[in-house]
């Protein structure tokens, strides 16, 4: 029987559409900090001790805020057990969800069709993004029930990967039913 010891995954969310107005957002909010405590500054007669006070704010706020707009996506994957996590900043690691991967509906390629399409009818109500950007090559989907803890009830969720040939390969020996390989897979 082939055994895998386990496999990881990472990818860095690329720097494009909401992520770059979140960035930009950002910078507004910190630009227009500064400028209402300066004028705050102003009107109070406080404008010495604020000048010392503001760069500290500000770097306090910049280390608490910006993390969240430098995620990465890590997946791994380690006796059949499928974990999704988010890194924030590279300092601080969430974990989204943990599956069986013998419990996966379907493991498909999105640039097939015929499989978005089976995708898309499975109306998934939870979806859970874990590419550098949806137009990466190699995205593939899988299709799974998630528990959900607070009703106790089980959601129909999808899951957007990058597959790599060793992910289809451990994917297709815990679910070789439900995995569909691509011809270009790397």
């Not at 089980?154 to 439900?178: Q, V």
């Amino acid at each position: 029987m082939h055994q895998f010891s386990g496999y990881e995954f990472a990818v860095s969310q690329r720097k494009e559409g909401k992520w770059i107005a979140a960035r930009i957002g950002l910078i507004m909010i910190y630009a227009i900090y500064v400028l209402t405590v300066l004028l705050l500054g102003l009107k109070l007669r406080l404008i010495v001790p604020l000048l010392a006070f503001i760069p500290l704010t500000v770097w306090l706020l910049i280390f608490i805020t910006w993390r969240y707009v430098q995620v990465d996506y890590e997946y791994s994957i380690v006796s059949g057990t499928l974990t999704f996590t988010k890194i924030y900043g590279n300092r601080q690691r969430k974990r989204v969800f943990e599956m069986q991967l013998k419990d996966a509906v379907r493991i498909a390629p999105l640039a097939s069709e015929q499989e978005a399409a089976r995708g898309a009818a499975y109306a998934p109500e939870r979806e859970f993004i874990g590419v550098s950007s949806m137009s990466a090559p190699d995205i593939y989907f899988m299709l799974f029930e998630l528990d959900d803890r607070r009703n106790r009830e089980k959601r129909r969720a999808i899951f957007y990967f990058e597959a790599t040939a060793k992910a289809l390969a451990i994917c297709r020996f815990y679910n070789p039913s439900g995995t569909v390989m691509s011809d270009v897979s790397r």
